[in-house]
């Protein structure tokens, strides 16, 4: 066998194929019929040989690599928990006049000048954990999952011998404490090396190393590895004993979890820049990686008033320290296809570390800024990779340009399907125009259809999809619900009969086995109820991602709510929706007035039941299911306040005056909308009448 070094692309390429047949059918061997096929050694030198060759090769990982499809069936097993209090997730901020920005945006709320004291804390890049004690004793242990569902890490978490198994008598009788559990630096190169010796898979970074170490199904070998933790914030307790940030932290010192000495209150912007730049530079000497620092108002009453927005706290921020950068070539400009049509250049680099992270792709974003930057295709170009988003190009190095290199010239054609693509006047991507009988567009659709905030289903991902698309088995995202059927008998038998035999046999196809295809389908069954945000989501309608899908799902309540007023023409509670822009009005309705959309739509909900959307909020207040305008100037709330309140207590907030509207809270120098309720003879509230309603 050849030396990984001395592999070409293609024979890489070609190894890396087999290798993924090879390891699946040996895991299907394991899995189906207990009954190995490789001897354990011989599995471990195939998956060692994969990864050795994937890490030459980053670009060359199949969708479908071993690899990542451990993870994924391993994953499936962990029992969920359902988080009492969702872990949220906080907004990113990368300099301090937008740090400027978020604290003015704090005292706006609060409608107030006073200085305001924020915890500023050291933003550990591992993976968040919430611990529940019931009576002083820990019960249970989830991750952060999707905020919403976690994964129950009960016994993982009790390896930790930092995290305390009971807490005082006077500790609240319910109490969930939540942090980060990270893997520091020393041990992260310590289980490198004993891998590397034991020709085991080796972690890209800390964070990989600790996710990969708490996710064990077996918490044996959870207990193997060196994990720490620091705690920082609760989730239910019954009894708030606290009354800052910085008191909690007392708390839970006093309880016997590890909080962070480099937390550190802030009086003002200056000690909190003068923080970061402290906390910049002893970065690289601390034992474990942070990514930026987190600033939470201190004050707990202040965090209440100031409360949330969809994903994220508005009384936190995490101020991310600047970007990582490498120097490499852009080898190719490719152009990707979008679900909606549009062109997105993308370059291939020759592939470079950037802050640990090997990277191999770039976003050009579109036409103009590829000109602006005068991108060309061998060019020696400085990259950036910020957090989770896609690497991008800042600058190119004209001075290390040769003679004869020529501009790009974007393409004015679709390069999948040949149609011609145009731009707008007013938009920023050309387009293709052939709609969904271009099969770029229908693939990202489908893709998207079944991504982690649409539908979900796990066991399609992106290769599958283009695959399955290619091959004539999904054309629409109806078609996956009519796969098991069309799939015919799994049974071996069926093999006598082949000739009377047109089933799909999913099973049979290189890289998939019985238990894969019935894991799909499982999945897909699982699927058939839906939510409505979800369900509106995987549409794809442009504009709308999941927040606006969720906007629209609270003010219909039913799909058949939003496509009768769609198909009637009817946009009036559209336009009036806070959050929801003409721009955006016009796409959704545009969608709508689509014959080809409302066919896929119909044909999915055949098999698909769409669930109502049921407002959480408090449904027993005088507010819950009202639409509720505000205008002119009120006296003791903010407007933001006042909005963020009538959502609270379910009402739903709209920007103008309709025949929808319940409301309209009138403060001073109420102009036309005070006029305009009082001609369609809606009820109108002062200020003090409102806050009646909301303090009951
Ligand atoms: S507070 C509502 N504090 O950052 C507050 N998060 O981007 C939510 N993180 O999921 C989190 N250090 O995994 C908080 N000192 C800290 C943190 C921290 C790291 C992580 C955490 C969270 C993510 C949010």
Same mark, same amino acid.
């Given at each position: 066998?050849?030396?990984?070094?001395?592999?070409?692309?293609?024979?890489?390429?070609?190894?890396?194929?087999?290798?993924?047949?090879?390891?699946?059918?040996?895991?299907?061997?394991?899995?189906?019929?207990?009954?190995?096929?490789?001897?354990?050694?011989?599995?471990?030198?195939?998956?060692?040989?994969?990864?050795?060759?994937?890490?030459?090769?980053?670009?060359?990982?199949?969708?479908?690599?071993?690899?990542?499809?451990?993870?994924?069936?391993?994953?499936?097993?962990?029992?969920?928990?359902?988080?009492?209090?969702?872990?949220?997730?906080?907004?990113?901020?990368?300099?301090?006049?937008?740090?400027?920005?978020?604290?003015?945006?704090?005292?706006?709320?609060?409608?107030?000048?006073?200085?305001?004291?924020?915890?500023?804390?050291?933003?550990?890049?591992?993976?968040?954990?919430?611990?529940?004690?019931?009576?002083?004793?820990?019960?249970?242990?989830?991750?952060?999952?999707?905020?919403?569902?976690?994964?129950?890490?009960?016994?993982?978490?009790?390896?930790?011998?930092?995290?305390?198994?009971?807490?005082?008598?006077?500790?609240?009788?319910?109490?969930?404490?939540?942090?980060?559990?990270?893997?520091?630096?020393?041990?992260?190169?310590?289980?490198?090396?004993?891998?590397?010796?034991?020709?085991?898979?080796?972690?890209?970074?800390?964070?990989?190393?600790?996710?990969?170490?708490?996710?064990?199904?077996?918490?044996?070998?959870?207990?193997?590895?060196?994990?720490?933790?620091?705690?920082?914030?609760?989730?239910?307790?019954?009894?708030?004993?606290?009354?800052?940030?910085?008191?909690?932290?007392?708390?839970?010192?006093?309880?016997?979890?590890?909080?962070?000495?480099?937390?550190?209150?802030?009086?003002?912007?200056?000690?909190?820049?003068?923080?970061?730049?402290?906390?910049?530079?002893?970065?690289?000497?601390?034992?474990?990686?942070?990514?930026?620092?987190?600033?939470?108002?201190?004050?707990?009453?202040?965090?209440?008033?100031?409360?949330?927005?969809?994903?994220?706290?508005?009384?936190?921020?995490?101020?991310?320290?600047?970007?990582?950068?490498?120097?490499?070539?852009?080898?190719?400009?490719?152009?990707?296809?979008?679900?909606?049509?549009?062109?997105?250049?993308?370059?291939?680099?020759?592939?470079?570390?950037?802050?640990?992270?090997?990277?191999?792709?770039?976003?050009?974003?579109?036409?103009?800024?590829?000109?602006?930057?005068?991108?060309?295709?061998?060019?020696?170009?400085?990259?950036?990779?910020?957090?989770?988003?896609?690497?991008?190009?800042?600058?190119?190095?004209?001075?290390?340009?040769?003679?004869?290199?020529?501009?790009?010239?974007?393409?004015?054609?679709?390069?999948?399907?040949?149609?011609?693509?145009?731009?707008?006047?007013?938009?920023?991507?050309?387009?293709?125009?052939?709609?969904?009988?271009?099969?770029?567009?229908?693939?990202?659709?489908?893709?998207?259809?079944?991504?982690?905030?649409?539908?979900?289903?796990?066991?399609?991902?992106?290769?599958?999809?283009?695959?399955?698309?290619?091959?004539?088995?999904?054309?629409?995202?109806?078609?996956?619900?009519?796969?098991?059927?069309?799939?015919?008998?799994?049974?071996?038998?069926?093999?006598?009969?082949?000739?009377?035999?047109?089933?799909?046999?999913?099973?049979?196809?290189?890289?998939?086995?019985?238990?894969?295809?019935?894991?799909?389908?499982?999945?897909?069954?699982?699927?058939?109820?839906? /939510?409505?945000?979800?369900?509106?989501?995987? +549409? #794809? =309608?442009?504009?709308?991602?999941? $927040?606006?899908? *969720?906007? @629209?799902? &609270?003010?219909?309540?039913?799909?058949?709510?939003?496509?009768?007023?769609?198909?009637?023409?009817?946009?009036?509670?559209?336009?009036?929706?806070?959050?929801?822009?003409?721009?955006?009005?016009?796409?959704?309705?545009?969608?709508?007035?689509?014959?080809?959309?409302?066919?896929?739509?119909?044909?999915?909900?055949?098999?698909?039941?769409?669930?109502?959307?049921?407002?959480?909020?408090?449904?027993?207040?005088?507010?819950?299911?009202?639409?509720?305008?505000?205008?002119?100037?009120?006296?003791?709330?903010?407007?933001?306040?006042?909005?963020?309140?009538?959502?609270?207590?379910?009402?739903?907030?709209?920007?103008?005056?309709?025949?929808?509207?319940?409301?309209?809270?009138?403060?001073?120098?109420?102009? /036309?909308?005070?006029?305009?309720?009082?001609? +369609? #003879? =809606?009820?109108?509230?002062?200020? $003090?009448?409102? *806050?009646? @309603?909301? &303090?009951?």
């Amino acid at each position: 066998m050849k030396d990984v070094k001395d592999l070409s692309r293609e024979e890489a390429e070609k190894e890396l194929a087999f290798l993924a047949a090879e390891i699946a059918k040996a895991d299907s061997a394991y899995y189906q019929n207990d009954a190995p096929d490789l001897t354990d050694a011989d599995y471990d030198r195939l998956k060692h040989r994969n990864s050795e060759i994937e890490a030459k090769f980053p670009d060359l990982v199949r969708a479908d690599s071993p690899s990542k499809r451990v993870g994924a069936a391993v994953q499936s097993k962990f029992n969920k928990i359902t988080h009492r209090f969702p872990m949220l997730s906080l907004g990113d901020v990368f300099s301090i006049s937008e740090v400027d920005d978020f604290v003015i945006s704090v005292k706006r709320f609060l409608n107030t000048a006073d200085n305001i004291d924020f915890m500023a804390e050291p933003k550990i890049d591992g993976l968040s954990f919430s611990a529940r004690y019931e009576n002083g004793i820990f019960v249970s242990g989830a991750t952060r999952g999707d905020g919403v569902v976690g994964e129950d890490i009960t016994e993982n978490l009790k390896t930790i011998k930092q995290l305390p198994l009971t807490l005082p008598p006077d500790a609240p009788r319910i109490m969930e404490v939540r942090g980060e559990v990270y893997m520091a630096k020393k041990d992260f190169f310590e289980l490198n090396e004993k891998n590397t010796a034991e020709k085991k898979k080796l972690f890209a970074n800390p964070r990989n190393a600790a996710a990969g170490s708490l996710r064990q199904l077996d918490s044996k070998i959870t207990a193997e590895r060196k994990l720490s933790l620091w705690a920082y914030t609760w989730g239910e307790t019954s009894e708030h004993q606290w009354k800052t940030q910085e008191q909690f932290f007392d708390k839970l010192k006093e309880w016997g979890f590890p909080t962070n000495p480099l937390n550190k209150v802030c009086h003002s912007l200056t000690e909190i820049e003068e923080n970061f730049a402290h906390m910049m530079e002893i970065r690289a000497d601390l034992p474990y990686d942070i990514d930026g620092i987190v600033y939470k108002v201190n004050s707990i009453e202040l965090q209440n008033r100031l409360g949330f927005l969809t994903r994220t706290p508005r009384w936190a921020i995490a101020h991310k320290f600047p970007a990582e950068q490498a120097l490499t070539r852009i080898n190719n400009i490719r152009i990707q296809v979008g679900r909606t049509g549009a062109l997105t250049p993308v370059a291939d680099l020759e592939p470079v570390n950037v802050g640990g992270v090997m990277v191999s792709h770039a976003t050009l974003h579109n036409e103009d800024e590829i000109k602006r930057k005068d991108i060309r295709i061998g060019d020696t170009v400085v990259v950036q990779r910020a957090g989770d988003v896609i690497p991008q190009v800042v600058e190119v190095k004209i001075d290390k340009r040769s003679q004869n290199s020529l501009p790009y010239e974007f393409p004015v054609v679709c390069p999948e399907c040949g149609a011609h693509a145009v731009r707008e006047d007013n938009e920023a991507s050309r387009r293709c125009t052939r709609g969904l009988t271009c099969p770029a567009q229908a693939k990202e659709r489908l893709k998207h259809f079944v991504s982690k905030d649409a539908f979900d289903i796990v066991g399609l991902g992106d290769k599958v999809i283009e695959e399955f698309y290619d091959d004539g088995i999904l054309g629409s995202p109806a078609d996956i619900f009519t796969l098991e059927e069309r799939n015919g008998s799994t049974e071996a038998v069926v093999d006598l009969f082949a000739e009377f035999d047109n089933g799909l046999h999913l099973e049979r196809r290189s890289g998939w086995g019985t238990l894969s295809v019935k894991n799909l389908f499982a999945a897909i069954q699982n699927r058939r109820e839906i /939510s409505l945000p979800r369900f509106i989501y995987a +549409l #794809g =309608i442009p504009q709308v991602g999941s $927040a606006t899908a *969720l906007l @629209l799902a &609270k003010n219909y309540g039913s799909f058949d709510n939003l496509q009768t007023d769609m198909c009637a023409l009817q946009t009036e509670k559209l336009v009036a929706i806070d959050g929801i822009g003409g721009e955006m009005a016009k796409d959704i309705a545009e969608f709508f007035g689509e014959e080809h959309n409302l066919k896929v739509i119909a044909s999915l909900r055949q098999y698909v039941h769409v669930a109502d959307y049921i407002n959480e909020e408090i449904t027993d207040s005088p507010l819950s299911g009202k639409t509720i305008v505000f205008t002119g100037t009120l006296e003791n709330l903010t407007r933001a306040e006042a909005k963020a309140n009538a959502q609270k207590f379910g009402a739903k907030v709209a920007g103008s005056v309709s025949a929808h509207t319940d409301y309209v809270v009138v403060g001073a120098d109420a102009g /036309s909308k005070a006029k305009k309720a009082a001609e +369609l #003879g =809606i009820s109108v509230l002062s200020e $003090a009448q409102f *806050l009646m @309603l909301i &303090k009951q």
